[in-house]
């Protein structure tokens, strides 16, 4: 097993929307830089406010690594956390206040692909259709966020062991985050959060980008991310769980969750 070095270098800069187009090329970009250098880590986030770019690469590095040229040139806003070298604690500390704890109602949904710019482009203009449909919705915040993840990573994660089914490729975990005051508008806000990931698959599917992994802290209720595993993987879980919990202790006695018990394909 091995760490994360606990000093690294990152920084957090903000943009307009106006930059939107610009970044989205600059990501598909730095996503095949990130399959020559494996220490980097990205979380694109777009907002009501703008897009927030969080970078961090695993070295105390002096200055901006060659991975995240791409951005190098595009304005920005602000920084919310400055570049320099700093402990993962310190980068969390910086960032902490972007979402917010304070809402009543949550959704959150999911889905992955290989990188895709008329992916990104589709999910975006989707996201912002319904935000204008949800104008009336009080507290309403909706916000998406791409984490890539190269093939290199992948395949290193699959050396213990691919129980999840990932793809040994280049991809993106893809996530819309919706808040919100009044349960009365339950509803509503969790058909467009569907809406705008129904749109990404879509796109991803007519584009041959479409991964079936869908990432458990990203999906909502409804979804079915063990199934995402594939069938093989989920016989041999299957398999394990009828071997060390015969009497289906841990499919019973949890509040719901996603369960092998429950489990729909695979």
């Not at 975006?124 to 984490?147: H, K, N, P, T």
């Not at 508008?185 to 969790?190: F, K």
């Not at 398999?239 to 719901?256: C, E, I, R, S």
């Amino acid at each position: 097993m091995k760490t994360v070095r606990t000093r690294h270098w990152s920084e957090v800069k903000v943009y307009s929307h106006a930059a939107m187009t610009d970044l989205f090329r600059a990501l598909i970009q730095y996503q095949e830089a990130m399959e020559r250098d494996d220490k980097s880590s990205l979380i694109f986030t777009v907002t009501g406010d703008g897009v927030l770019l969080i970078a961090f690469y695993g070295d105390p590095v002096d200055s901006l690594p060659e991975v995240f040229e791409p951005f190098r040139h595009i304005p920005f806003t602000s920084y919310l956390v400055e570049p320099g070298v700093r402990s993962t604690c310190e980068l969390v500390e910086g960032i902490k206040n972007v979402t917010s704890t304070e809402y009543i109602c949550h959704e959150m949904r999911t889905f992955s692909s290989r990188p895709s710019m008329e992916v990104y482009e589709a999910a975006e203009q989707a996201r912002q259709e319904q935000v204008e449909a949800l104008s009336d919705v009080e507290g309403m915040r909706m916000l998406a966020a791409i984490q890539p993840f190269s093939s290199q990573g992948i395949k290193r994660t699959n050396q213990c062991g691919n129980a999840l089914g990932l793809a040994e490729v280049g991809q993106q975990w893809f996530v819309i985050v919706a808040d919100w005051e009044h349960a009365a508008d339950g509803d509503r806000v969790r058909g467009a959060v569907r809406h705008i990931i129904d749109v990404a698959e879509r796109t991803a599917k007519e584009t041959g980008t479409y991964l079936p992994f869908l990432y458990s802290n990203y999906a909502s209720l409804d979804q079915d991310p063990i199934a995402g595993y594939g069938a093989e993987n989920v016989a041999r879980l299957k398999a394990v769980a009828a071997k060390y919990d015969p009497d289906g202790v841990f499919q019973t006695l949890q509040n719901g969750g996603w369960l092998l018990s429950k489990v729909r394909s695979g």
